[in-house]
């Protein structure tokens, strides 16, 4: 199997051929209002997301492009793009989204939660400390995998610390094929143009060494096509 | 005292001459972190504050600009930049800057809450509800009103409802001496291009109708020359 996986990446290609193939991608953060003027945010830039929509585009994929708020012009190639605030809002797009997609990247960094309760007023300030309720926001790289068919799914982690636990939790807890998994702190992954992603999957695991976003799109797009086409020769 | 006032907006100049005085202005959100990855925002574009310090530049003065968090480039002719994230940041680098300041124009929409704690590791997500613990954040605008000599003070207030009660509120409170009170709704304020702007000193409001934010930059800061040209005026 190992040796299986090795030839795999020797033969992926560097630049991916997606022609045919729908793919949907998540990008950005999410924000989570507590009332009109406050929220609860992720640090996320969508620049990883953006440019896997781009790169996914260029390799001939017909792309549409979930976003949460973020101030980025929508990749030249990609056919739909669907700009969201809210996790919940972003759950119901890429549902809606999936149904028609073959490979689905969730690259946005999705609130995990949310205010429980909204006000339509601005909260008036009432010294002393303050204590926010917060709800727990649908998992939606779990709804993508529960989906029939199920497209190829690969999800991201962002995590500070045991970062291959984290992502192989991630991998079997979500039901996702792959899981795309990066360090945020050293200047790395939100908010920086550089990043360096570890990529794991069922009984294998690949290095994408720092480099710029764009270029690490198309690595990993070259290592999904691999990895898929691996998956389908396999199915019974 | 009507009549005092409303001479005085009539003598106001369309292009305010500020030569020779030092403005402090700020602008944008401050973020305050809750993790590497979670943080608990303000919207604000920064934009007002900008248009502000740009203007300011514009009629002679020597402007500092504190900014929280956004993605604008200096002003031409804006002195000095000071980037900040936290409130406590903004906190250190207004009081810092005020000593030498003549006229301080707090347009940052400055988070009233910070997260009681802090994690240096992302939390894990953890099902079903959570608590968040705030701690109240030092106000910026009532230190700058302690300070001796106190330059001239304004303060911004956004509000959903009650624009005049809560700015004049804040006005008493706070010890500024002037609030520009502008609405959070209807397509106003923050995060876009556009505003509309109720001032109100003791004694007297203005209103400055709805334009573009650099319109309503200098039609404030002609407003701040010509209120704090009375206040010394009328010292003893």
Redesign the interface.
């Known amino acids: 199997a190992i040796v299986a996986v090795l030839e795999e990446l020797a033969s992926a290609p560097a630049a991916p051929d997606l022609r045919g193939l729908r793919v949907l991608v998540s990008a950005g953060p999410t ?1 989570e209002d ?10 996320s830039s969508g620049r990883m997301g953006f440019a896997i929509a781009a790169a996914a585009a260029q390799a001939g994929a017909t792309v549409t492009l979930v976003a949460g708020p973020v ?1 980025l012009p929508t990749p030249p190639g990609v056919a739909q793009r669907v700009d969201v605030r809210s996790a919940r809002q972003m759950h119901a797009a890429m549902l809606d989204a999936a149904r028609a997609a073959d490979i689905v990247i969730a690259a946005a ?1 999705v ?3 949310r205010p ?1 309760q909204v006000s ?3 909260l ?2 009432h ?10 926001n649908p998992d939606i790289l779990a709804a993508l995998a529960a989906l029939q068919p199920k497209p190829f799914l690969v999800g991201f982690a ?4 045991q970062l291959e636990a ?1 992502a192989r939790a991630k991998l079997e807890r979500k039901g996702a094929d792959m899981i795309a998994a990066n360090r ?2 050293a200047g790395l992954g ?1 908010e920086t143009a550089d990043n360096a992603i570890s990529v794991f999957w069922h009984g294998g695991q690949h290095e994408l060494a720092r480099a710029d976003k764009t270029t690490l799109a198309r690595e990993l797009l070259a290592l999904i096509a691999t990895r898929r086409a691996a998956v389908r020769a396999a199915a019974p």
Chains 1, 2 share one sequence.
Do not use: C, F, Q
């Open positions: 924000l507590l009332d009109p003027v406050r929220y609860l945010g992720n640090r101030s960094a609130a995990d939660y429980a339509t007023h601005k008036k300030k010294g002393g400390a303050m204590i926010l309720e917060l709800a727990e962002a995590e500070t610390e984290h945020v702190d939100i």
